[in-house]
């Protein structure tokens, strides 16, 4: 298989791997991720660098992260970006196209990458040449107390426990890793991943995400291998309110009305009004079984809650999508178009 043309940018390469570190608001957690990479094992002999992407922040992210390249005690770069559009999918795609490496590794503002991290994500590409995307084996590190059954809803907090072997993510499971400790070849996310995506990622005010599972599939669907690779560690800290009720239930919100999008992102176009009505029916089902099964739980226990929503808003996301996408389309039409200057005619 081969890659697509490199642009200039990748063609000028000088490094061997990029870290990038999308933030919002993280002036208080950026110290220890620099921190754990400022102890990386095993890479003497990789050319590598540190980006930090500032998502619009309103804290001082940018103060602590100039404190932190004046203190850095690396001689690797660690540089500075900042992304006014907020979401997740913006800062990533910038971050991708000023990377000096073609492999990319993408942690958030609160993972801690294990010693031998960058080297084993390094290792791995050599490894396996057809993998466009690779994940971490992802545990958390939790401030507070978890919810009962915490672990059906694990992995929509970015958890990824899949055993000790390294496998193949495989389409027909519909499964696919988080944006956390995720490692992509620079030229293949240029090359598929449109610079202006349905699903942005979870901002203020909106808890819908799915732009990771988003930017994979489109990889996914161009053919390349999306791996699993345990021997990259991180640890995830989870601050206590991001267990509480009222946090879950809206994460899983999120996650329901962004299914539309990655659903149908993995099937050809002509099946999709066939899926569509299929998937209706499914998540119905989902629905009418999960308040069977659990009953009254569906009230009161915080996972069957957040479950619950998962399934409603899953059935509600096509509605929530085309009306986002029509709302575009009318800002769009009523844009101002700039005025044209006439042409003065000759003579």
Known sequence: MQHPS?????????LDFTIAICTYNGAERIPAVLEYLSRQTGVSRLA???IIVDNRSTDATATVVAQCQESWPLAVPLRYLFEPRQGAAYARHHAVRMAHSPLIGFLDDDNLPAENWVAAAFAFAQQHPTAGVYGSRIQGDFEGRLPLHFERIAPFLALTERGDDAHIYEPAKKVLPPG???????DLWLAYVPPEPVLIGRTPGSMVGG???????YIQQAGWE???NPSMRVNHKIPKHRLEHDYLVGLMRGAGLSRQRTRMLSVSPWKRPILFWAYHAHDIYKILRH??????AVLRDTVAISELNLYVFSFLSPYYIWHRELLKWIAKYRAPQPSRQPT???G
């Open 6 to 14: 490199p642009d200039s940018a990748s063609q000028d390469s000088e």
């Open 48 to 50: 590598w660098e540190v």
């Open 180 to 186: 956390a400790g995720l490692v992509v070849r620079r």
């Open 211 to 217: 732009e990771d599972l988003e930017a994979v599939l």
């Open 226 to 228: 999306v791996w699993y």
């Open 291 to 296: 308040i069977a099964k659990y009953r009254l």
């Open 344 to 346: 003065p005619k000759n």
